[in-house]
């Protein structure tokens, strides 16, 4: 499912125009791209939490050359899902 089949299936859920999923939507997205950019935690009780990870630096080799490099720390966007989405998946 891509996000206008997302825009899609909730505008039929909800019975509100294609216009108006897409805004909610966004709205969801965008205010999950804004805690976790400010580092926080969202708890969405059943379906799962989206949590920032901190990655260390490394050092790493370049498969063409073999050259080593340093891989620099970084943040990344984790989910883990929860008990009613992995029961869901299972079915």
């Known amino acids: ?25 966004d709205a969801v997205l965008g205010g999950i791209t804004s805690a976790l950019s400010q580092g926080d935690e969202v708890r969405l009780v059943g379906f799962g939490n989206f949590v920032v ?5 490394t050092t790493a080799r370049n498969p063409q050359t073999g050259a080593t490099i340093q891989v620099p720390a970084s943040k990344a966007p984790r989910f883990k899902p929860g008990k009613a989405l992995k029961e869901a998946v299972n079915r």
């Open 1 to 25: 499912m891509n996000k206008n089949e997302l825009i899609a299936s909730v505008a039929d859920q909800a019975s509100i125009t294609k216009a108006q999923a897409s805004e909610a939507v």
């Open 53 to 57: 990870a901190n990655r260390k630096a």
